[in-house]
């Protein structure tokens, strides 16, 4: 390992630790003793549906219905996106746990109501959960934020639809990040995504990131996989932005939100 990597993975390894040692306040609020405080926790509901509010997503041609069918758990405002952009920076790295429970939860919902393909009998399983590519940086300091979600979305689908769900980060990003790109830019293709691993035959797809804006990268993964002979069936994201001049979704539960 070079001298630059172990001075990154120090830094990083700090970051944890410091996630540890330091009293703990709510990430949405700045109140309290806990990472997420019941309230601003109860901000992440059931799944609902998303990919009518992108600008990407709407408008490709993927099914009868508008778009490719997104699922997401919060709109990204207020307490949600605090506790998001916390955890994505490292800033928070107590909150891993708190949001990866939330997509295992949201994955036993889906996965009770979904109702995947039937599996072939060559099929290793009956479904793979693929998280959006995560750039150099955030792979060289361990902040694999899509690939974490994955995999508890993973668990929370296989327990929801008795079936058996697979997680694995087979995408990679062509070139620099696109998140300084407009809309239309990144749907040309900049910031391509390729497939750097085999993927089992006939097993369909349902795409993860950590929060959905235009649906470009959802789409570009897409674009990617199904090149590479995956069929998709889907795409989740913990967060999705709420269109300008709407309103967070309010959000349903049934008796008291969750805690910490």
């Known amino acids: 390992m070079s001298g630059a990597s172990l001075v990154r993975s120090a830094v ?30 109860a ?15 709407a408008a490709q041609d993927y099914a009868p219905a508008l778009g490719l069918a997104t699922w997401t758990t919060a709109s990204y405002a207020g307490a949600a996106r605090h506790a998001v952009l916390a ?26 109501r979904l109702s995947l393909p039937q599996r072939s009998a060559s099929a290793p399983a009956d479904l793979l959960v693929v998280p959006a590519p ?28 008795g079936a058996e769900v697979w997680a694995a980060d087979v995408l990679r990003r062509r070139g620099g990040s696109t998140h300084r790109l407009g809309a239309a830019a990144r749907t040309r293709g900049h910031g391509a995504v390729r497939v750097v691993s085999a993927l089992p ?39 999705a932005t709420p269109p300008p ?14 805690t910490c």
Do not use: N
């Open 201 to 239: 035959a006939g097993v369909p797809v349902l795409i993860v990131d950590d929060v959905v804006t235009t649906g470009a990268t959802i789409h570009a993964s897409r674009r990617a996989l199904v090149a590479a002979g995956a069929p998709v069936v889907g795409a989740f994201a913990l967060a």
């Open 134 to 161: 995560s750039g150099w940086r955030r792979r060289v300091s361990r902040r694999l934020v899509a690939a974490d979600l994955a995999a508890a979305l993973a668990r929370g689908l296989a327990r929801g639809a």
């Open 12 to 41: 990083a390894l700090g970051s944890d630790l410091l996630g540890l040692v330091l009293p703990l306040t709510c990430a949405g609020c700045g109140r309290g003793e806990r990472s997420l405080c019941r309230t601003c926790l």
């Open 245 to 258: 001049g709407r309103a967070a979704i309010p959000v349903l539960r049934d008796g008291p939100p969750p």
């Open 43 to 57: 901000a992440f509901g059931a799944p609902y549906r998303c990919e009518e509010d992108t600008v990407v997503l």
């Open 87 to 112: 955890w994505k920076s490292g800033a928070r790295p107590d909150l891993g746990p708190v949001l990866t429970a939330v997509a295992t939860r949201a994955g036993q919902d889906l996965g009770a």
